[in-house]
């Protein structure tokens, strides 16, 4: 269980991404999306294609976020008291905390070399407090949500959380074996299985972390995205990471993101104005 003083120092750290709203256009209706007779948007209708037959996966899309009272039942009602206005406790997954939480202590795949590297990080130390990426999957289990561009070579993924993207090439091409420049979101190459984007990443440098706990990786990580836009508000998402070096055997987590209708993402700028460091960092 993470202690009170740790969550706070953690959401604070998150309230570096918080951009307060979810729109530049507020509310301005995005062409093609059903409706209910009302107006609103209509999440329950069937996901829309595009012009190739494939899956839309086109949108602004916000991780559905765990529940308050599952919060406090996995990391103590200490959570409610370490939140921090934005970024409140139920407006991020679990695993944005924890990245192994569904694995028991007696259960731990984390390597001697893991482990050690873990317990020399402290809140504070993360790159994404200097204002370099938050990286993944991170940057999709916060408050912030992030917008997917669909063309037929090439999906685009914008995150609002510190301003980054990702370019998932579906031009048929294939991870190469080697990589001559580690990067921080790793290279990515997407093909569909049927109505799912499968996404394979590999490439990264071993600088992000795969939480906000610490949990590190290598270069030697790859990770298996799959996506899949069961009707027009919901995009089921499957990753798994595969770390030979850190972890003993491949692990996955699941979690859903929801359509955000009407919105639009902000641009983001961590170093403008940064005042939040001095006071997450403890010595």
Known sequence: MIPTQRLFVLFAFLALFSAGAHAQWLNYPTPGTPRTRDGKPNL???????????????????????????????????????????????????????????????????RPESAEILRHRTPGSNPADRCLPIGMPVDALVSEPNRIVQSARMIVIMYESDGTHRQIYTDGRTLPAEVAQPSWLGYSAGKWDRDTLVVDTAGFNDKTWLDLTGHPHSEALRIEERYHRRDFGHLDVEITFDDPQMYTKPFAIKFTEDLLADADIFEYFCNENEKDRTHAVQK
């Open 44 to 110: 329950a209708a069937p996901a829309p294609r595009a012009a190739d037959g494939k899956p839309d996966l086109s949108g602004v899309w916000h991780v559905e976020p765990t529940s308050l009272a599952e919060m406090k039942r996995i990391y103590g009602d200490g959570v409610s008291v370490a939140s921090v206005p934005g970024m409140e406790p139920d407006t991020v997954s679990k695993y944005a905390f924890d990245i192994l939480l569904d694995f028991k202590p007696e259960e731990s795949l984390m």
